[in-house]
């Protein structure tokens, strides 16, 4: 099933969730909360909970990046469109969260989309079950997510080449 802005999901406990299209732009200021991330600072030694700042966004960049279903993800974004849209939610001291959906909104980053489907729930809480990807790209083949690894990291090796050529030709 994928859904369309402006489709309103009904809960199991009565309570309506719209879709709505987000920027990316917009999550990236505006979301200050994870309902679940929380990543490792290996040279803090210590866990670093999200907070919006460009360092906890760049530990989710990082963490669901470096992550082997990201490419099998990335493809079927491309393919077949976002399928389940990510959850932004209201938090209790007035800001925004991001409840499920990591790994659709790294792949949008990565694939340079400019805005994704998102719910959008007011009431604080993030409804797991409207927005959950699971079954979309862990149950895929460990072959295509090599392939497609393969060939981003042939891409940015490329880019990086390209970029350190034009640096140099600068000077």
Not at 20 to 31: H, N
């Amino acid at each position: 099933m994928s859904y369309k802005t402006g489709q309103v999901i009904i809960e199991r406990d009565g309570t309506e969730v719209q879709v709505q299209t987000w920027s990316i732009q917009e999550i990236l200021q505006k979301v200050t909360e994870s309902a679940d991330f929380t990543a490792y600072d290996a040279a803090e030694y210590n866990m670093v909970e999200f907070t919006g700042s460009a360092t906890t966004w760049a530990y989710i960049i990082a963490s669901k990046a470096g992550d082997d279903q990201t490419p099998i993800l990335s493809q079927k974004i491309l393919d077949e469109g976002f399928l389940h849209p990510i959850c932004i939610y209201r938090t209790e001291r007035g800001g925004y969260g991001i409840g499920n959906g990591h790994h659709r909104l790294v792949c949008a980053i990565l694939l340079g989309l400019d805005e994704i489907p998102v719910f959008y729930c007011e009431d604080g809480n993030y409804y797991p079950e409207c927005s959950s990807g699971s079954g979309e790209i862990w149950e895929s083949d460990d072959e295509t997510a090599n392939m497609l690894y393969e060939i981003w990291t042939a891409t940015y090796q490329e880019l990086d080449k390209e970029e350190q050529i034009a640096e140099n030709e600068e000077w």
